[in-house]
């Protein structure tokens, strides 16, 4: 578990999921989220199982959120956007409405999830 006062960075959650096997990227499309396994994820089979949020120290434009995934079929993955104005998802009804329609794991649940 990471100690309450360490500094986490976006690289370091990438690694860790990476050596879990859980470095999947869901792709958002207008179909869903992709997850390159040739497989399309509406909302109702997803669940954000955690939040990140980093700030970037000097440039806000370094500012991101990444949501670690799981997919009803167990596999688990990532989505990674740049927060708030600077959001690459500009598109109405696209990714910003996607993210908030799939289902979150409560606060305790995810202050127990450990990578």
């Not at 079929?73 to 910003?96: C, M, R």
Request: glycine share 6%.
């Amino acid at each position: 578990m990471e100690a309450p006062n360490e500094m986490i960075t976006l690289s370091y959650i990438l690694e860790k999921l990476r050596l879990k096997k859980w470095d999947n990227e869901f792709r958002w499309s207008p179909e869903g989220f992709h997850s390159g396994k040739g497989k399309n994820y509406q909302p109702d089979e997803l669940q954000i199982i955690k939040t990140y949020r980093f700030e970037g120290s000097t440039d806000p434009a370094d500012s991101s959120i990444l949501y670690i995934i799981e997919a009803k079929d167990g596999l688990i993955g990532y989505s990674l956007d740049a927060y708030g104005v600077y959001s690459s998802h500009d598109d109405e009804e696209g990714y910003d409405n996607f993210i908030r329609a799939i289902p979150e794991k409560n606060r305790e649940e995810q202050l127990t999830f450990e990578l």
